[in-house]
């Protein structure tokens, strides 16, 4: 537990940004833990994404994730997690009008999507196809023009689950459909390229 809580903090996401008057595209890695919910394991995740800002509220992200459960000392125990998604994108600082009542160092980002992910059990050779709903939220502090600080906390649901996360099936006879849940946690820098900064998080 201490070694999760050490990378969650440690955690950092590297964004690129290019952009015009109107749109803002970006390209995002981040690292962290994914904490399958109610469940005990060992875990990392990783992640990369390309972001456009349609405009200064709205905007469409494109998301892969990668996450790994393991026990220590326990052989061909857990998972491999890879997932697929496409995510609208809100500046729910702007949408809600925070930014008229504080500070503009600090943003506040929403996003939610559906995506595919494939389970591969280290105990079993099948392959675990799902589909996933995902919503996530993202607050920023502006550092420099060119430089802000983010957390994010990313809620998933994995539907139509065969492989439990410890890399058991479940029993057909005796159990439910599963839907599986995981917390992704990650923290990291933004870097924004551009004559326009960081003005389509910002302005």
């Given at each position: 537990?201490?070694?999760?809580?050490?990378?969650?903090?440690?955690?950092?996401?590297?964004?690129?940004?290019?952009?015009?008057?109107?749109?803002?595209?970006?390209?995002?890695?981040?690292?962290?833990?994914?904490?399958?919910?109610?469940?005990?394991?060992?875990?990392?995740?990783?992640?990369?994404?390309?972001?456009?800002?349609?405009?200064?509220?709205?905007?469409?992200?494109?998301?892969?994730?990668?996450?790994?459960?393991?026990?220590?000392?326990?052989?061909?125990?857990?998972?491999?997690?890879?997932?697929f998604s496409v995510q609208a994108v809100n500046n729910l600082a702007?949408?809600?009008?925070?930014?008229?009542?504080?500070?503009?160092?600090?943003?506040?980002?929403?996003?939610?999507?559906?995506?595919?992910?494939?389970?591969?059990?280290?105990?079993?050779?099948?392959?675990?196809?799902?589909?996933?709903?995902?919503?996530?939220?993202?607050?920023?502090?502006?550092?420099?023009?060119?430089?802000?600080?983010?957390?994010?906390?990313?809620?998933?649901?994995?539907?139509?689950?065969?492989?439990?996360?410890?890399?058991?099936?479940?029993?057909?006879?005796?159990?439910?459909?599963?839907?599986?849940?995981?917390?992704?946690?990650?923290?990291?820098?933004?870097?924004?390229?551009?004559?326009?900064?960081?003005?389509?998080?910002?302005?």
């Amino acid at each position: 537990m201490k070694k999760t809580i050490t990378l969650c903090m440690l955690a950092l996401s590297f964004c690129a940004f290019s952009q015009n008057k109107s749109d803002q595209y970006s390209l995002e890695a981040g690292y962290g833990a994914s904490i399958p919910v109610a469940r005990f394991s060992d875990y990392s995740h990783y992640e990369f994404a390309f972001r456009y800002m349609i405009d200064e509220s709205w905007g469409i992200k494109f998301d892969f994730g990668s996450d790994k459960f393991r026990k220590d000392n326990v052989p061909n125990y857990g998972s491999d997690y890879t997932r697929f998604s496409v995510q609208a994108v809100n500046n729910l600082a702007r949408t809600l009008n925070l930014k008229n009542h504080s500070d503009t160092r600090f943003n506040l980002l929403a996003h939610a999507g559906l995506g595919y992910a494939n389970i591969k059990s280290m105990r079993y050779p099948a392959k675990d196809n799902v589909g996933l709903i995902m919503l996530g939220i993202t607050p920023q502090v502006r550092i420099t023009d060119w430089v802000a600080f983010h957390l994010d906390a990313t809620y998933i649901m994995n539907f139509s689950q065969d492989y439990d996360f410890n890399g058991e099936r479940y029993s057909k006879e005796t159990d439910p459909p599963s839907v599986g849940k995981l917390l992704n946690l990650s923290a990291g820098l933004t870097f924004y390229l551009g004559k326009n900064k960081g003005d389509a998080d910002w302005r």
